[in-house]
């Protein structure tokens, strides 16, 4: 049974960092891209990073670009987000999600994703 946890979530004052976790299981962990997303009140849901199954690539949203970094430990099952410099506008609940199929290099989309976590909320407000 496919799971995906997140962690890490909680209220940070702009310019604060907080590092979010997403522990996997029920799969073969470094066989799958791996992104994070999230989704705001009343918008639509876009990807802020992603990272390829061999954890060499990488990509981000614009606005997030110098600020974020995915990274994953396939050690641990695990994929993170570091998020420095927030900002308000960064406030989401974010999820990890799993590419639809094993060895999916460079899954940007939406509908390259079949498995989501529950999410965690991020509030950056002073």
């Known amino acids: 049974q496919v799971q995906l946890v997140e962690s890490g979530g909680g209220l940070v004052q702009p310019g604060g960092s907080l590092r979010l976790s997403c522990a996997a299981s029920?799969?073969?962990?470094?066989?799958?891209?791996m992104s994070w997303y999230r989704q705001a009140p009343g918008t639509e849901r876009e990807l802020v990073a992603g990272?390829?199954?061999?954890?060499?690539?990488?990509w981000y949203l614009e606005s997030v670009k110098g600020r974020f970094t995915i990274s994953r430990d396939n050690a641990k099952n695990t994929l993170y987000l570091q998020m420095n410099s927030l900002k308000p506008e960064d406030t989401a609940v974010y999820r990890c999600?799993?590419?639809?199929?094993?060895?999916?290099?460079?899954?940007?989309?939406?509908?390259?994703?079949?498995?989501w976590g529950q999410g965690t909320q991020v509030t950056v407000s002073s």
């Open positions: 029920g799969f073969t962990f470094n066989w799958y891209t």
């Open positions: 999600a799993r590419a639809k199929r094993t060895f999916y290099f460079n899954a940007r989309g939406l509908n390259d994703y079949d498995f």
């Open positions: 990272i390829n199954y061999d954890g060499v690539s990488t």
